[in-house]
């Protein structure tokens, strides 16, 4: 499905609520399912990927009931040997996170993927695994992976990457391992594993950069799962270069280990408020109110903020042709491995559309602030947050764009047009 997005310059008003965060839902669903007795989750995702996640833990003998945003599990602690290669679609969390947790079970399991996830790297977490006694086998360390269940011993692991999906990897095996796990980064990634674990009564503790975990039994949770700043990221940019807009943002999670686009848009001047800052299962959450900032200025974003802003990084850019002066986005080559090489997809398609950008191999730079002129055709590359940021730039584009393929925002989002017409 092609989609023509127009110039629009009423300014988007009103307020509007985020809908569940994907990264807490696929650890909602799968944590339940290791724990003995019935979860309650509250606002589980709709997006395609989470949904994976559920489909695999059910074909795992996890029972459920799903309506109307509400899902209960019920599960006796223990998987059951699946009957079929167990298929993680476009989802890299499902694929790594469940690797974890299949690698210590007492049967063998397939992990298979699309297109896309058969490209991305697995190596970052069959070496880890490895380590641990897991017998993994997948033609150059790309899906299917073929996970033979093994007796694991916990390790010490330093890991070069600040990677939330290679960390609750191995603490998810080191649940199911022989003594203890130590997984150390360098610096700290998201960290709704460690909360989520830790709330289930898992042998947890936390150092700085480092989580340690031991052998545990987990208990059932309730949980209200919080809206997904990630989501948010597109109504948080589109206020501020829509002229005249003011969006009202409910029920945003801001866990400081995700909020990492709150900090920059600070940095770069923007009119934004947070509004009733609350805690709400174990994680932070708050309101946000955003208005069209004229004067943005450009910044450097690098080092530890990187993988608080992980996902941001494509609708950041489109916010930085917005900013005066140079945007610096460095430190940021695993973008390369995400859903698409995320640097030359932002920069092939913001030059088409009228941005000064450059390219480098852990980033890129933008130069500001520059009128996009639009009047092209933009690919998603099967990218969700490719497909969303260009639907944001294209609100401000001088002519209209046609962004191909925007069927893929399904993927994170299925209701993000639907809330952007309600702020038309
Ligand atoms: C995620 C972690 C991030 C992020 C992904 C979701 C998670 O990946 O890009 O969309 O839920 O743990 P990495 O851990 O590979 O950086």
């Known amino acids: 499905m092609d989609k023509v997005v127009k110039k629009f310059e009423k300014g988007l008003i009103g307020e509007i609520t985020i809908p569940s965060d994907k990264s807490i839902s696929h650890r909602a669903v799968m944590f339940a399912s290791l724990a003995n007795g019935k979860s309650i989750i509250k606002n589980f995702s709709n997006g395609q990927d989470p949904k994976s996640s559920l489909n695999i833990c059910n074909a795992l003998g996890v029972e459920y009931n799903f309506s109307n945003d509400l899902l209960v599990i019920k599960s006796c602690g223990q998987l059951k040997a699946p009957t079929s290669p167990l298929d993680c679609g476009n989802s890299g969390t499902t694929m790594r996170l469940m690797s ?4 210590g079970q007492g049967f063998n399991s397939v992990l298979i993927g699309d297109e896309s996830l058969s490209k991305r790297p697995m190596k970052r977490i069959i070496e880890p695994l490895s380590l641990m006694g897991a017998k993994i086998s997948a033609v150059e360390a790309h899906a299917p992976l073929k ?4 007796h694991l011993l916990g390790i010490e692991y330093n890991s070069k990457l600040a990677s939330a999906q290679v960390k609750s990897c191995i603490l998810l095996a080191g649940l199911f391992a022989e003594g203890k796990t130590i997984f150390t980064e360098p610096y700290v990634s998201r960290n709704h594993t460690e909360l989520m674990l830790k709330a289930m009564g898992a042998n947890l503790y936390v150092s700085e950069n480092s989580v340690s975990i031991e052998k545990s039994n987990l208990n059932p949770i309730e949980i209200n799962i919080c809206g997904d700043i990630s989501s948010a990221a597109y109504f948080i940019v589109a206020g501020l270069i829509v002229p005249n807009s003011k969006i009202i943002l409910k029920n945003v999670g801001l866990n400081p280990t995700r909020a990492g686009i709150i900090e920059v848009i600070q940095k770069m001047g923007a009119d934004i408020k947070i509004l009733d800052k609350r805690t709400q299962a174990g994680e932070v959450v708050g309101d946000l109110e955003v208005n069209y900032t004229e004067s943005l200025k450009g910044c450097v974003i690098k080092g530890d903020l990187i993988p608080r802003l992980i996902d941001e990084i494509p609708v ?3 916010l930085a042709t917005q900013a005066f002066g140079e945007t610096v986005i460095k430190d940021a080559s695993d973008l390369r491995n995400k859903e698409s090489d995320r640097i030359s997809a932002v920069v092939n398609e913001l030059r088409k559309i009228g941005a000064d950008i450059e390219e480098y191999e852990d980033g890129f730079i933008i130069n500001g602030k520059k009128e996009l002129q639009g009047n092209c055709e933009v690919e998603t590359y099967h990218d ?5 940021s260009f639907y944001v730039a294209g609100l401000i584009c001088k ?3 046609k962004i ?9 989002f299925p209701e993000f047009e639907k809330i952007f017409c309600k702020l038309m």
């Not at 969700?384 to 969303?388: E, K, L, P, S, V």
Request: no cysteine; hydrophobic share 55%.
């Open 100 to 103: 974890g947790i299949l690698a």
């Open 147 to 150: 996970i033979k269940g093994s």
């Open 316 to 318: 950041i850019a489109v």
């Open 384 to 388: 969700h947050r490719i497909a969303m």
């Open 399 to 401: 002519k209209p764009i």
């Open 404 to 412: 191909n393929s925007f069927e893929w925002v399904n993927i994170s």
